[in-house]
């Protein structure tokens, strides 16, 4: 069974920096793609940002690029996302996500139907 484990959200002002980390269970780590979604408030679940076991590929949604780092550390079992220029709208619950589907896919994918572990999730707010 795997767990995944946030920390690092909190309340941050307009134009801050937050770094979230997420701490999975399992040997397997470093031969999956790992991800972070996000939930506002009266809103579905989006993805924000991937990372492949592969090379470090990573994808980010459009609202994040340039701001938003996602990186991993395979030896400590740790996915990061670094979190700069924030806004308000960036304001909701963060969630580490492990793709279903191995080294089979390389590139992360944005759907949520290809991830089947999710952490319990951490909140950030942004004031303005």
Avoid: H
């Avoid at 031969?31 to 090379?55: C, L, T």
């Avoid at 990573?58 to 609202?63: F, K």
């Avoid at 701001?67 to 079992?77: M, Y």
């Avoid at 619950?93 to 999710?118: E, L, Q």
Wanted: hydrophobic share 30%.
């Amino acid at each position: 069974q795997v767990q995944l484990i946030e920390s690092g959200g909190g309340l941050v002002q307009t134009g801050g920096s937050l770094r979230l980390s997420c701490a999975a269970s399992g040997r397997t780590f470093s031969d999956y793609v790992m991800a972070w979604f996000r939930q506002a408030p009266g809103k579905e679940r989006e993805f924000v940002a991937g990372i492949s076991w592969k090379d470090g590929i990573t994808s980010y949604t459009d609202s994040v690029k340039g701001r938003f780092t996602v990186s991993r550390d395979n030896a400590k079992n740790t996915l990061y996302l670094q979190m700069n220029s924030m806004k308000p709208e960036d304001t909701a619950v963060y969630y580490c996500v492990r793709d279903n589907s191995g080294r089979t896919r390389v590139v992360p994918s944005t759907s949520i139907r290809a991830y089947d572990y999710w952490g319990q999730g951490t909140q950030v707010t942004v004031s303005s």
